[in-house]
């Protein structure tokens, strides 16, 4: 008899176990990523035109959770948020130019930030007062997924800086396009770079880079170079003195070959 009154607790623990090991729903699957804390850098010193280190939003399922994700396969336009963080875009998690002479820059959340994968994109982004083109050149590491950071100057041709936050929609562009980039590509060498150790950057493209590979010019073999999340591509044994022929490949499907590329031709200043 008592092995009988044990039966509904038995039923009752096992159905309890069958619902906690079962499929999240798709209302769980919609929820933000949590941020990751150990990705602070400079950004998170400066702060908001709300006056906090943080962005409400909630996630948008037209990103993608990988770095080789194209650009060309993202719906658009996206819904988000905007806010500023000043006009300083020196620094910035992209190792990029800070755009001091036109000030059209943003930094792009952190819950999506892919391994630097969108450094060097560029963006449209409409608010409720106008339309600005910016690039990607920063990671908001405590940024919503969707959210954009905004130079003070541009977040003011879109909404009165007072706002702090504002509701946009915003889709990738052609830096081209955009008059934001000139379309002619340069590689820019890591500083310490040598024969043993060497990381590269390409600038000056129409979209931002997916992957690069390099080959000695004597060679007929490439190499696919590691993405470092500080946006350089690097080559922990290096690749000899070159000269080299580097092949670059861009996220809307197009690519790039640039020959002769001399050891060190132009290193970035740390």
């Not at 941020?35 to 993608?64: C, Q």
């Not at 080959?215 to 007929?220: F, L």
């Not at 000899?240 to 499907?253: D, E, H, I, S, T």
Request: with cysteine; hydrophobic share 35%.
């Amino acid at each position: 008899m008592r092995f009988f009154t044990l039966l509904p607790l038995l039923s009752f623990f096992l159905s309890s176990s069958l619902r906690a090991g079962a499929s999240p729903s798709s209302s769980d699957l919609n929820t933000p990523s949590n941020f990751n804390s150990k990705r602070a850098s400079a950004h998170l010193s400066r702060r908001h035109g709300d006056g906090s280190l943080s962005s409400p939003h909630t996630g948008l399922s037209a990103f993608s959770r990988r770095a080789t994700a194209k650009i060309s396969t993202y719906s658009g336009p996206l819904k988000g948020q905007a806010t500023w963080y000043g006009n300083d875009g020196s620094g910035g998690a992209c190792s990029l130019p800070g755009r001091s002479s036109d000030l059209k820059f943003a930094a792009f959340s952190g819950a999506k930030w892919d391994n630097s994968a969108n450094c060097g994109a560029c963006v449209r982004v409409t608010g409720p007062n106008g339309v600005i083109d910016v690039q990607i050149i920063d990671e908001c590491p405590e940024c919503a997924a969707g959210s954009l950071d905004l130079s003070t100057s541009a977040f003011s041709k879109i909404a009165p800086i007072s706002r702090g936050v504002v509701p946009i929609t915003w889709e990738f562009i052609s830096c081209v396009s955009a008059g934001l980039e000139k379309g002619s590509v340069s590689v820019v060498w890591k500083s310490g770079s040598s024969a043993y150790w060497m990381a590269i950057q390409v600038r000056g493209a129409a979209f931002p880079v997916q992957s690069i590979a390099i080959r000695a010019a004597t060679s007929a073999t490439y190499t696919n170079l590691k993405r470092e999340d500080y946006n350089y591509f690097s080559a922990t044994s290096g690749m000899g003195n070159g000269p080299f022929v580097v092949l670059v490949r861009y996220q809307n499907g197009s690519k790039t070959i640039i020959k002769n590329v001399k050891l060190n031709s132009i290193v970035e200043d740390d």
